[in-house]
């Protein structure tokens, strides 16, 4: 008998202390489309990355080049010359990788441009979400636009227009 009550007991607090949780979502995707300098953001660094690009093909297209000239040659060049070239065709090889490294990289170029540009827009959204949480007394806020599967979703508990609001945006 003690044991049934105290287990009503427990699914009682259980069930009273969930329902008092209150939970919410946003969309961030939504949220970046609608702030115009995360567009203009997003328009500068798909320009810098197309930049890097065509100058790692062209570098790439050179080095190409320079193997095939090597290969059609390689019958009439002594071993100290073929040797020489492959040196040079190694070494710019070399320095392609170590560009698309710098360029490309995990703390390459465009990697910092991102953080620079987008980092504080990013901490804005977070800043907003966290006030309202706050104000909200929300529990959870999901952003259902990431890799978190949400089956079903109640519009009224989508916060993302409070959060552009609150950024001064619509």
Do not use: C, W
Not at 24 to 51: C, M, R, V, W
Not at 90 to 118: A, C, H, N, W
Not at 140 to 145: A, P, R
């Amino acid at each position: 008998m003690r044991r049934l009550v105290f287990t009503i007991a427990a699914i009682l607090t259980f069930v009273g202390v969930t329902s008092a949780q209150k939970f919410a979502f946003i969309d961030s995707e939504y949220i970046l489309e609608n702030i115009p300098a995360f567009t203009a953001a997003q328009g500068q660094l798909n320009q810098l990355s197309s930049q890097y690009q065509k100058e790692l093909e062209s570098m790439h297209a050179e080095i190409e080049q320079m193997y095939k000239d090597f290969q059609a040659e390689s019958v009439l060049l002594s071993e100290d010359m073929k040797r020489k070239r492959e040196d040079v065709i190694i070494t710019k090889e070399k320095d392609y990788k170590q560009l698309q490294r710098k360029y490309f990289g995990p703390s390459g170029d465009l990697f910092k441009k991102r953080q620079g540009l987008v980092k504080p827009i990013q901490d804005d959204i977070f800043n907003a979400v966290q006030e309202i949480a706050n104000d909200g007394s929300y529990a959870v806020i999901f952003d259902k636009s990431g890799g978190t599967s949400m089956i079903f979703t109640n519009p009224k508990f989508d916060l993302s227009d409070q959060i552009l609001q609150k950024l001064g945006y619509k």
